[in-house]
């Protein structure tokens, strides 16, 4: 059974920085992406990083390009997003998931490509 764990949402000031961690289990085979996506209250899910568990090849949105990392322990037990210079419009419930790569160089950016997901941690942007 595949599982997924969110941890280390938060409130935080505009400026600030947070970490998430997605620790994941269950899942055996080599080719697998990781992606975080959020969703905020009256709006669409929408994509902000993954990687590639097997490449080790990274994607970003536009909207945390330069202020997000996304990484992953050596044991490929647990994906890292560390989120800096936080605004107020990255205020959302993030979730991890789990995407099945149908080929072996894909950063799949849409929900409906991943099959596992996370419950979702709070992260609250405001002064």
């Known amino acids: 059974q595949v599982q997924l764990v969110e941890s280390g949402g938060g409130s935080v000031q505009p400026g600030g920085s947070l970490l998430l961690s997605c620790a994941f289990s269950g899942y055996t085979a080599d080719y697998y992406a990781i992606g975080w996506f959020r969703q905020a209250p009256g709006k669409e899910r929408e994509a902000v990083s993954c990687?590639?568990?097997?490449?080790?090849?990274?994607w970003y949105a536009d909207s945390v390009k330069g202020r997000f990392s996304i990484s992953r322990d050596n044991a490929k037990t647990t994906v890292f997003l560390q989120m800096n210079s936080l605004r107020p419009e990255d205020t959302a419930v993030y979730y991890c998931?789990?995407?099945?790569?149908?080929?072996?160089?894909?950063?799949?950016?849409?929900?409906?490509?991943?099959?596992?997901w996370g419950q979702g941690t709070q992260v609250t942007v405001s002064s």
């Open positions: 990687i590639n568990v097997a490449e080790d090849t990274t």
């Open positions: 998931a789990l995407g099945v790569l149908s080929r072996l160089w894909e950063l799949p950016r849409h929900p409906l490509e991943y099959a596992y």
